[in-house]
């Protein structure tokens, strides 16, 4: 039977931030995933400077920042008479080595770390291999695995699950997956297409409230991204259609002649794992926790797990550290972290783009006014919206 120390499920952004943390300090990884080494999940695309931080010790801010967009500034706007909040993260450059996001398609990240991580001498990444299930006792941990051949058996000493919302490992640890899901269908267009010329006053990132239709307008480096609702009612086989099409850009820009280069249906949830650990066995990422993409904290949040478990594993591999108290910890603060800031955020984020029309929106709009006029108030919010420590509060003096 093949042995290794670690066994990544899932070779996603997150997956292989975990690998790679781990191979580049020497520990033996392998990185498995059900899809092939082509795919492009265009979900996530916004990186937050505590993500870039992160990134930075591990050598890979600096490429990633090269192959996507500088995004200093992002804003609230209503779609109805275009009154825009723009925050302007360089506000944050005393605090911060990056005070911007950068707008880059999670699979650019996904691609560049598994091909380091297979240049690493004890690591390596499969495709097109699908996780079957695990046993584990006080030792170790035997995985499972489907090939394209036939069935792989692994002993690790410990397996990461960062699978995605529809875990294998997560269900194969019987967590509870507690939360709900949003009744609207989200659906995805990008197009080449310049908004910018269409819509005056636009940023990268624009979040645009409406009662009727609110809209989310992400640039990355060759396209536009415009994110819309849709309800239960409509088929999916409308929404991917021209028709569909057709009327959300005849909407947003008078324009209904617009070609498009993917069409994307997606479910949002709103869900956090009750535990995220089986003795041996862990989640992060989306099989962990899922939030709605309004402010792009999920694949962040995903990928700070990463950072908060590694360095603990590191230390229980190099039998500095006890397995128990430092895996619980990691529990303990990633449930805390996911909760109290993600959950709460998102869910925040969602209600004032929704309730356009509403005297909770009005107010909601008010407090926003006086959040951008105020700068000490206007920082934390800029601090907290990036995912930055909260004690990075002090004002430039």
């Keep these: 039977m093949k042995k290794t120390d670690v066994v990544i499920v899932g070779a996603g952004p997150v997956g292989c931030v975990a690998g790679y943390y781990l191979a580049r300090r020497g520990v033996e990884v392998t990185v498995i995933d059900a ?53 302007d993260l360089s ?43 695990y046993r584990q006792n006080e030792n170790s941990v035997e995985v499972s695995i489907e090939t394209p051949y036939d069935i792989l058996n692994i002993e690790a000493q410990y397996v990461i699950g960062a699978d995605g919302a529809n875990s294998v490992v997560r269900k194969l640890m019987g967590a509870e997956f507690e939360g709900f899901t949003y009744p609207e269908k989200f659906l995805c267009l990008t197009s080449a297409e310049p908004l910018e010329d269409h819509i005056p006053g ?40 021209d028709a569909k099409k057709e009327k959300v850009f005849s909407g947003l820009i008078g324009k209904p002649d617009v070609t498009t280069e993917h069409r994307t249906i997606y479910r949002v949830h709103q869900r956090v794992a009750k535990n995220l650990r089986d003795n041996r066995v862990m989640i992060i990422g989306d099989a962990a926790h899922l939030n709605n993409p309004l402010g792009g904290l999920g694949m962040n949040s995903g990928i700070h797990d990463a950072f908060n478990l590694c360095p603990k594993m590191i230390e229980i591999l190099h039998g500095r550290g006890d397995a128990d108290a430092l895996l619980n910890q990691f ?20 209600e004032f783009m929704k309730e356009g029309d509403s005297e909770q929106h009005r107010l909601r709009k008010d407090a926003m006014r006086k959040l951008v006029d105020d700068p000490v108030k206007r920082r934390s919010y800029m601090i907290r919206q990036s995912m930055l420590p909260s004690d990075r509060t002090s004002l430039p003096a």
């Design 91 to 133: 506000e944050l450059a005393d605090i911060t080595r990056f005070p911007f996001r950068i707008q880059c398609e999670q699979y650019h990240l996904a691609r560049m770390l598994a091909e380091r991580i297979e240049a690493e001498p004890k690591a390596t990444v499969l495709f097109n291999h699908r996780m079957l299930g």
């Design 35 to 87: 899809g092939d080494a082509g795919t492009q999940d265009l979900r996530a695309s916004t990186f937050h400077p505590s993500t870039l931080e992160m990134l930075d010790t591990l050598g890979i801010a600096d490429e990633l920042i090269e192959m996507g967009l500088k995004a200093p500034v992002f804003q609230w706007r209503e779609r109805s008479g275009g009154e825009a909040f723009r925050f």
């Design 202 to 241: 636009l940023d990268y990132v624009n979040y645009v409230s409406d009662p009727m239709e609110w809209l989310v307008l992400l640039r990355v480096p060759s396209l536009w991204r415009v994110l819309v609702p849709a309800t239960e009612s409509e088929a999916d086989s409308y929404l991917v259609s």
């Design 331 to 350: 529990n303990d603060e990633r449930l805390s972290a996911t909760i109290e800031l993600v959950q709460a955020q998102t869910i925040q984020n969602m």
